[in-house]
């Protein structure tokens, strides 16, 4: 990667590679820039544009290169800004929001957070990034995001003590993503438990949440949220080599969505459904959840911890979030678990 430009005077880890996002944001326009249009805007040479142009193809940007006329990315991209999605947020809840950061690239948003102290109850830090280098979900799995083309978001909420119901936490930020996404425009979006979101059986988004706690004290949570806004060809074969088929947001039928909207959506839906979950638990939620639920009716694989596999008739979920499954030796319950939805 280059490191040919004046570094930015940012707080934040933008120093990992300035040059690429410097790049990514002049071609944000889905316009074509050429090599030397880039570079004089930049102050550095045509060599290092080219070599930053790389890395973000190597990120999983997708790029197109036309001789004559430059680069440009493939679909044009709002670069997000804190003060941008800032001003997306209601009052009630940019009064929570003690800090709202976006950075170039970190490891994990997540990670960012869970280093950080604890913030007082009733109030939220959020950090977004362009990249991840290390994004995670479930079980150690990687989480794939081009810069650019997806929100990686996370937020800290500390509990006052730790909710009877913890575990169906998922499933209530899973509906504070539908609430979000249909506000935005996209309808037809659904749940697949314990914490996916899919459009036409594929995923448009996915869920991690991390817990610290400490004995008799408070419980904090950092809540991560992935969402693909345009993924790009390269990168959907990638993830399709995990055996996932995936969607974005531009699939699902938003032809230009303002990704500094987006987030703004998903930090008000989730911190108004967090006030909620903390005094009613999964109560106020259930009902959206099992009319979305992607999977109720279905035959499903469920793999629990160990490899043993249940299958049977998915039944929706209960009141605590445990999915319930219709199997030949009876009705199951499991709190935690992976499904795959069987096609025979
Ligand atoms: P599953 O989706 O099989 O139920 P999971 O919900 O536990 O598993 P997560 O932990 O949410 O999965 O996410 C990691 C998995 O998601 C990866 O193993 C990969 O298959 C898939 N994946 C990675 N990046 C993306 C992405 N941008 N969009 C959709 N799926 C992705």
Redesign the pocket.
Known sequence: MTNDAAPFSDPMNRGNDPLVARVSVALADGQFHSGEELAKALGVSRSAIWKAVRSLRDLGATLHAVRNRGYRLTTASEPLAAGAIRERLSPDVSARVKSLEVAWSVGSTNTVLLSRANPSNGSSEVMLAEYQTAGR??RG?????PPGG?ICLSLSWTFRGVPADLSALGLVIGVCKLRALRELGVANAKVKWP??ILVDDR?LG?I?IELRAESGGPACVVIGI?L?VA?GAPLLAK?AE???A?TDLITAGLSKPSRNAVAGALVVSCIRGLLDFETEGLRPFIEEWRDADALRGRMVDLRGGTDEVARGLARGVDLHGALLVETPEGLKKFLSG??SVRVS
């Not at 799995?141 to 995001?145: H, K, M, Y």
Request: hydrophobic share 45%; net charge positive; glycine share 18%.
């Open positions: 979900g479930r799995r990687a989480w794939l995001a997806s914490n996916d995923k996915g991690l992935g693909n993924l993830i995990t055996g996932i995936a992976d499904v």
